[in-house]
């Protein structure tokens, strides 16, 4: 696995992380040529609570979906872990807990908690100070500084650009090795962000289809001056079209076959999910 920085650093433009919410997602994604994925949240809300991304996930439930997905793919990891689930001493045993399941990077934000998307509004902020105590309680807790601790603010929602920018500055000096200032509402605020930022540490920016930012491609950001662009909720969003046709389909015929040039073939499902490689290695062992 390429640790994250060296494939920031290697990646010409920026380096694209879908968003993934289980094994099976990531190791597709993994078979698409991605060498990095994010595990979002706001997904994980979705798909394993049927629920909205309103602080509802809890640590464990995350680190037991981190340990699953590095058991299948071995790429970079971008978490994200909401608040820190708690106060400086919360986070501390969240970076651990992440890193020794496998995160390559665990994403930390200065909402309060409970918190929420970052595209919804009525967003609430926890004080800059307590903040880059949590960023600095991250930085220590880690084991190794292969894992990056990425620093996202909100503020742009509820105090606006020029506090959301000066906080970030107050993060990267607690020692962020990422930044991720959410929810730009325009171009020139993002080369606002890129300008004063981008030659200093790696900028990550968020693609929420239909959210506040304008949307862009990878190549398009990464000319503005991002190097990491996150897609964190789109497979769910594509999952909910497809199962839904699916499943009216299902209700309506009574079987599957009107359905079928839509589905993949039991053989594609078995080639996918690693059937062969693993009956070989089963075959190996009892021999």
Do not use: W
């Not at 499902?269 to 690693?274: F, R, S, W």
């Amino acid at each position: 696995m390429t640790p994250l920085a060296d494939l920031i650093q290697q990646t010409q433009g920026a380096v694209i992380a879908p968003g993934v919410y289980d094994p099976f997602t990531a190791n597709l994604a993994a078979q698409a040529g991605f060498e990095c994925v994010y595990l979002s949240g706001a997904s994980l809300a979705y798909t394993q609570l049927g629920r909205p991304d309103l602080g509802l996930v809890t640590m464990t439930e995350v680190a037991d979906s981190i340990a699953a997905i590095r058991d299948r793919v071995d790429i970079a990891l971008v978490v994200d872990a909401d608040t820190g689930y708690g106060n400086a001493l919360n986070v501390q045993r969240t970076v651990r807990v992440f890193e020794r399941n496998g995160a390559s990077a665990i994403q930390l934000e200065d909402q309060t908690f409970p918190k929420r998307c970052g595209h919804l509004s009525g967003k609430t902020l926890i004080s800059v100070d307590e903040m880059v105590g949590k960023i600095q309680a991250a930085c220590d807790a880690r084991h190794s500084g292969a894992t990056k601790i990425i620093a996202r603010t909100d503020a742009i929602a509820v105090e606006g650009l020029d506090a959301a920018m000066e906080r970030a500055e107050r993060y990267l000096e607690a020692g962020a090795d990422v930044l991720f200032i959410e929810a730009p509402q325009s171009r020139q605020q993002q080369l606002m962000i890129t300008e004063r930022f981008q030659r200093r540490v790696p900028l990550l920016a968020n693609m929420v289809e239909g959210g506040r930012t304008p949307a862009g491609s990878a190549d398009q950001l990464a000319e503005l001056g991002f190097k990491l662009v996150i897609f964190p909720g789109g497979l769910a969003r594509a999952v909910i079209r497809q199962v839904t046709a699916y499943f009216e389909s299902l209700k309506a015929n009574g079987t599957t076959e009107p359905f079928r040039d839509r589905m993949a073939s039991f053989d594609e499902l078995n080639d996918a999910i690693g059937l062969p490689e693993m009956l070989a290695i089963s075959e190996h062992y009892s021999a």
